[in-house]
């Protein structure tokens, strides 16, 4: 479990400092980009080529590309990594950005129900 934290907070700590992603207005918004991205970013690690049919994906899409060259750069390690321990090390990098960014926010414009 120590591994995972120490491998996470750096990857946390870019996201939360040069992604624009994780700003959106509406907690819902979020919570789609946050699992659209890091969902496409995994697959595109593990060497998987991520499904981009809709204008969403398309667009998730791209912001996992530029995502995915950033944490191969600057985290060399995650290349020596197998498929299922960054598929997990993803899983809890996604609960972790989600409770950043939406469910222990104290924005409260997040949860505006006429947004």
Known sequence: MTDTIEKIDPLVDYIMKNC????NSRGWD???QNAGILSQTCEILCGEEPVH??????CYWVDA???S???????????AMTKPEIKSLFKALHEKIDHL??????NTELTVPHY
């Open 101 to 106: 960014t939406v469910h222990g926010s104290l």
């Open 53 to 58: 049919e809709t204008a969403m994906d398309r």
């Open 69 to 79: 060259r950033a944490f191969k750069a600057r985290f060399p390690w995650l290349l």
């Open 30 to 32: 979020r919570l789609k």
């Open 20 to 23: 624009l992603w994780q700003f």
């Open 65 to 67: 590309v530029i995502l």
